[in-house]
């Protein structure tokens, strides 16, 4: 009993071998995939419905019509101010190619860069082609900053 008690514990279940047989828990005659038919066998297109109509979920969907797809989708990529304290110095330029390589994270020219009010700046620094929320421009002007 002193061997069992020092075993790991496992948290993950096995899954369930489908077709192994009545004693399995999950098999038998037909293992979950009911009765006769097409989908049974395997040979089912993805888009097949089982009716005559023309009422597969192709055809219901809805038309994609007018300006909504056209439009460019913006991205924003967000950054706090207490992000900002930690990785640029008193009197440094921030633009997104700066920010790209402090961050280390890789986005597009695609990407709007905006900078959030989370923590709070203390260093006087230039900002370029970014954009602000109201709380973080009165921020980093109060630290003496300025913005481009």
Do not use: C
Request: glycine share 10%.
């Amino acid at each position: 009993m002193e061997i069992l008690n020092n075993l790991p514990k496992t948290t993950t279940k096995q899954q369930k071998r489908v077709g192994r047989g009545i004693g399995s828990g999950a098999g038998g005659h037909t293992t979950g995939k009911g009765a006769k038919g097409d989908k049974v066998r395997g040979k089912t297109k993805l888009t097949f419905d089982g009716t005559k109509i023309k009422k597969s979920w192709i055809k219901r969907l809805p038309f994609l019509r007018g300006k909504h797809r056209t439009l460019p989708v913006t991205k924003i990529k967000n950054f706090s101010l207490s992000q900002l304290e930690k990785w640029f110095k008193a009197n440094d330029t921030v633009s997104p190619e700066s920010l790209i390589k402090k961050s280390k994270v890789n986005f597009d020219s695609k990407y709007i860069v905006k900078i959030l009010s989370n923590g709070s700046l203390t260093k006087p620094l230039t900002f370029k082609n970014i954009q602000f929320s109201s709380g973080a421009k009165t921020q980093i002007i109060s630290a003496g900053g300025s913005i481009d």
